[in-house]
């Protein structure tokens, strides 16, 4: 009972920090709305396919969460307020409490991805299998979050952190990016939800996975 | 003023019989030898001044006393009314103050205590605690700013907060008085004595004067 | 050690002989010639070298994180050392693995890289030993460089089944073997490779299998010593 209070408090603790201080969230933000308008000056006035736009979604969803969700472990180690963490929280409770943040966190990053895309590609970004593509972004997210937080646990400890995290991460989560870009091209094709049941079965054993290994192996890595 | 333990309500802690033992604790790192074979005991109304020069290991062996940092050989062996503590139970009996640990910029003194201690999530009702070490560290009046207006000596007086937040059985201060003005180490004069009367202290220091606070002193290093 | 030394290097002298000079021939009378396998014909040949050169990659794999959990286990640094020995060996089969499957894919598909999902594996793995490679260097203390960098192939080693599903649902396989290959499971999957082939691969995969054993002792003892060698200057 006691873990879930703590998990609990530690989630709101981040949460709140984050809207203070903003360090993930603007720049999240602005990376979005940076990497769309790239695309777009890429692809001029043409309207690509479902296959493409998929892919292009999250490669820009990947590559703005490389840039933002290390900080939930980098922000505390720069500080010096890992040690405060160690003494008031065991190693379970900051691990699903920091991967509970990063999901909601690639929860937002997939909404202001997802607007943003609905708005520029009005013609061809429209998700005519709503149900399999909102099962594909909640299974997606958690499934990245699980790796991403795990990652930047052993980046924080690490020199180069900024370079090191998407090099570390791409490996891990390529294995999700590609079933979640199969799904999406699904939701964005029509599809009918049951085309989609073999991608999600991946996608739920590998967050299963990712968050067993990851929770028997954070105390290697939050303890020094 | 400062009745650590005896305010707070329910079978929290019972700080009279409490022991710590370490036994030939060893540290290696990057392959070099910090310290070998440290062995001590304390029980409560005992204090210990761990002292050597820089880079002796003092807080090397604080970090590892507090369960932060495995030792490479040896035990920490924390025993209350009987039974050892788990690496869990063991953090709440702890405060600690060293130059290792810092609290959070982006909020207030005030906020800074309420969240770590509902983190924390033990059974110590917080409300009129963290009036009481606010105001015994001379924090009272500055209990609603944030901690990035604080000056370095405000910081290390709220590390003093933190560390009797939960009335500790167990006290470590590394460094104690750094950034400390003439009223702030009257301050932690007054904590470490009524520390040692009733529970275990701990001082990390290279002051001679900070060691003699201390009924016992152990030296680091040759 | 020495038997396994020369075994290695006799069995893989003989592999490379054998699977060299032994002619094809449309309908093999003696064990000296090789039937034609349609569609590879002489480039067959690389799966003497190639398979048993990707086989080891992947042992290596194994073998490292299997040490950098009995690191994890032990804190005994030694393991590390085994850990990390072994997968610098594993990143040069891995190497060595790319080159002969893209050098054979020239030939038999028509370009070197064709995102076939062997071809998309054996990147994957470049990129593990890669990142590995890349963390440990930016990780100062010993102690910290040997439990991250095992915590990182242990993790990475846990998204490796997932390839086997995911890969082939996503792309279409080129790969002999693979589901879409016209000659249905091909020579290394279904083995129907002739008896005197199956011999010499089978003779080859064990021979790698030394030569990567006889090449770990070789970089444990080299590392153990230059480990010693820089604890004097530490």
């Keep these: 009972m006691s873990a879930f209070s703590s998990t609990y408090s530690l989630i709101l603790k981040d949460v709140q920090s984050e809207l203070r201080t903003r360090y993930a969230l603007n720049a999240l933000l602005m990376f979005v709305v940076t990497a769309v308008a790239t695309i777009l000056f890429a692809l001029r006035s043409d309207q690509p396919n479902s296959t493409v736009l998929a892919g292009m979604y999250w490669v820009v969803v990947f590559f703005t969460a490389m840039s933002g969700l290390s900080r939930i472990f980098v922000s505390e180690e720069e500080r010096g307020t890992t040690m405060t963490l160690q003494l008031v929280a065991s190693p379970s409770v900051v691990y699903f409490g920091k991967l509970l943040f990063n999901t909601l966190l690639t929860l937002a990053l997939i909404v202001a991805v997802t607007v943003l895309y609905t708005i520029v590609f009005s013609g061809s970004f429209v998700i005519k299998t709503p149900s399999i593509f909102f099962v594909t972004v909640g299974l997606g997210s958690l499934g990245f979050a699980s790796a991403a937080t795990i990652i930047a646990a052993i980046v924080a400890k690490a020199n180069t952190r900024g370079t090191l995290y998407p090099v570390l991460s791409f490996p891990i989560l390529i294995v999700l990016l590609m079933t979640v870009m199969n799904a999406t091209t699904r939701a964005l094709d029509g599809e009918p939800f049951s085309e989609a049941l073999g991608d999600f079965q991946v996608l739920v054993g590998y967050f299963l996975v990712m968050i067993g290994g990851s929770y028997l192996l954070f105390d290697f890595v939050w303890k020094d | 003023m400062w009745r650590c333990g005896i305010q707070v309500e329910g079978s929290y802690y019972p700080v009279n019989d409490i022991t710590l033992t370490v036994r030939d604790v060893s540290k290696i790192f990057n392959r070099r030898i910090i310290f070998e074979n440290v062995a001590f005991s304390l029980s409560a109304g005992e204090s210990l001044a761990i002292t050597g020069k820089n880079g002796s290991g003092k807080s090397t062996l604080v970090k590892i006393v507090c369960g932060v940092l495995s030792p490479t050989s040896g035990t920490i062996a924390y025993v209350v009314n009987g039974k050892i503590l788990d690496v869990e139970q ?65 910081k290390q007086r709220l590390k003093y907060a933190f560390a009797l937040l939960h009335c500790p059985p167990v006290l470590i201060l590394d460094e104690p008085t750094s950034n400390l003005d003439a009223e702030g180490i009257d301050v932690v004069k007054k904590i470490v004595q009524e520390q040692q009367k009733t529970a275990i202290l701990i001082v990390a220091t290279n002051d001679k004067i900070e060691a003699d606070w201390c009924q016992r002193q152990m030296h680091l290093g040759i | 050690m020495n038997f396994v ?185 279904q083995m129907k490779m002739a008896p005197n082939m199956r011999v010499i691969f089978f003779i080859s995969l064990f021979a790698f299998n030394l030569l990567f054993i006889w090449m770990l002792n070789l970089r444990i003892r080299i590392a153990r010593m230059e480990y010693e060698r820089s604890s004097h200057h530490a």
């Design chain 3, 5 to 189: 030394k020369y075994a290695s290097i006799i069995l893989i002298t003989f592999v490379i002989i054998a699977g060299i000079a032994i002619p094809l021939s449309p309908a093999p009378q003696s064990w000296l010639e090789f039937p034609v396998i349609p569609a590879l014909e002489q480039k067959a040949r690389n799966i003497f070298f190639h398979v048993p050169v990707a086989w080891t990659t992947m042992l290596a794999f194994l073998v490292s994180t299997y040490y950098g959990f009995r690191y994890l286990r032990t804190k005994n640094i030694d393991y590390d050392i085994k850990s990390v020995s072994a997968a610098g060996l594993g990143f040069l089969f891995c190497f060595l693995a790319t080159i002969t499957g893209a050098l054979w894919a020239k030939f038999n598909w028509g370009s070197f890289w064709n995102w076939d999902p062997r071809e998309t594996s054996i990147f994957i793995l470049l990129l593990i030993y890669g990142a590995y490679f890349a963390l440990r260097s930016a990780l100062d203390t010993e102690e910290k460089r040997a439990s991250l960098s095992a915590v990182y192939s242990i993790i990475a080693g846990l998204t490796v089944p997932f390839f086997i599903f995911v890969m082939p649902r996503m792309m279409a396989g080129l790969h002999p073997g693979a589901k879409g290959d016209p000659e249905g499971g091909g020579p290394v999957v």
């Design chain 2, 90 to 154: 063991v953090k709440d009996k702890i405060g600690l103050v060293s130059p290792y640990l810092q609290l959070y910029d982006e909020f207030t003194g005030l906020e800074n205590l309420e969240i770590l201690s509902k983190i924390r999530a033990n059974s110590v009702p917080i409300g009129e605690r963290a009036g009481e070490v606010l105001r015994l560290v001379g924090l009272w009046e500055r209990k609603n700013d944030f901690l990035r207006t604080y000056s370095s000596g405000m």
